[in-house]
Structures are given as C-alpha cells and as structure tokens.
C-alpha cells in the first residue's frame, strides 16, 4: 500500500503426514537509514535455506543484499542466488526425480524509491506487484485469496492490511494441513526504513484468536441473512 507494507508467513514445512516440522520462512535485511527487506520464502526448505545462506555470504561476483541501492537489484541478486542454488544442486535433485522448486517475496524500501514488492521464481526471474495487483502470494495461497481480491487496495490503511493478512492466513490454515501455526508478522511503514513491528502469532495469540472467531461469526451472519431462492 502507499502506506507501507504488511508480510505474513506460517512457519509449517512437511515431509509427509506423519513428519512436520516448524522452521521460520522470513529472513530480515536492512541498513539503518539507508533499507529495509523482508524475504520471505516456500517451497523446499532445504533449497530456500540455501538460497538464503548465499545471500548470507554473498554472490561469487561479489554482489551483496546490502550492496543494492534499488530494489529491482536486490530482486535480481535473489534470482541469481536461486540461480547458483540450481547449478550446484538441480543435477543431483533431477537424479532423484525431484523438482526444484522455490519461491520467495522480495518487499521493502530503498532511499529515494517507493515501497515495492516482488515475486521471484524457481527460474531466478521475478514479477512486481504494480497498480492493477496490490498483493502477491506464495505457497498455499488459493484459500486466503478471496477476501484480498475483494478488499485490497493501494489506499489500505495498515492496521486493516493486518486485518486481512490475518482473515487470509486463517482461511488457509482452516482448509489446508500443510499450513500451519505459529506465523511471522512484518509491517514495514513507508519511509521509515526501520520495521514497525515484527511479531511471531501463536496459537494463544489473543488478537488472532478474535480474528477467527469473529471472522467467522460475521461469515455465519451473512450466510444466513442471504435470500432463499426463489425456484
């Protein structure tokens, strides 16, 4: 939004029903100032832990995160990052009859641009949310997309991206088995350049916990309020 920028990510990852794991999917970046990134990621978790520790470390050419001055660099040096992940890893993954699949969200601020939000795929290149696609989603995400498609919008305070970010989440974690609790919460705030609010949401959680509940209440009520046909 204009206002800034809301990213939610559960932290579930499964190798099967009876092996589920809980790892966090949102990695932080910023220089005081100067930039604030938040990367967060699905996908193989083995693959997107590579991919961030070479983010980490930096690129062979010597690029780093912290070096960009754009975000449209930051996007590519997480694509060429995905990139050298295949080259060392796509042989042996092929081998195996295993896909090599990652996607991340790239969002934040750099001084003297506007907050942006990118996709980048398994293939390195990237898409940017623009006027006409306020939102951009990755992993589980056709449960939760209703409600952004019909609210969402440039103008959208924050408190109520946060809202529907939440109202998104629960609708997924209410229909799929491969999402799951807790999940990481980032609010970037335009031209700050500092995260307004970085917050892990339990079960226990009371804010979330009145979401759902009355998320669902208001879905009952509107439900049943719904005309009979008349055929």
């Keep these: 939004m204009r206002a800034g920028l809301v990213m939610l990510a559960d932290t579930r990852t499964n190798a099967g029903v009876d092996n589920i794991s809980t790892y966090r999917k949102t990695t932080l970046w910023g220089r005081p100032g100067k930039s604030v990134l938040c990367l967060t990621a699905a996908g193989n978790l083995a693959l997107t832990q590579a991919v961030v520790n070479r983010l980490r470390r930096g690129l062979e050419d010597g690029r780093h995160l912290d070096d960009a001055t754009d975000m449209v660099t930051a996007a590519e040096i997480v694509g060429e990052s995905i990139r050298a992940v295949h080259r060392a890893d796509g042989p042996a993954l092929e081998a195996h009859d295993t896909a090599f699949n990652v996607t991340f969200l790239l969002g934040g601020q750099m001084r003297g641009e506007s907050v942006r939000l990118f996709q980048i795929y398994s293939a390195g290149n990237f898409i940017e949310a ?3 696609t306020h939102y951009l989603q990755i992993g589980e995400h056709k449960y939760g997309k209703p409600i952004l498609d019909r609210v969402m919008g440039p103008d959208t305070r924050i408190h109520d991206a946060i809202k529907l970010a939440m109202i998104s989440m629960d609708s997924t974690l209410r229909s799929n088995l491969s999402v799951g609790m807790p999940i990481d919460l980032t609010v970037i705030r335009a031209d700050t350049f500092e995260y307004d609010l970085e917050r892990r949401i339990d079960e226990t959680d009371p804010y979330f916990l009145t ?3 009355r998320w669902s ?6 439900y049943l309020d719904l005309p009979d046909p008349e055929w």
Excluded: F, K, N, T
């Design 130 to 132: 623009m006027s006409d």
């Design 211 to 213: 979401i759902r509940q």
């Design 217 to 222: 209440e208001a879905l009952r009520a509107a």
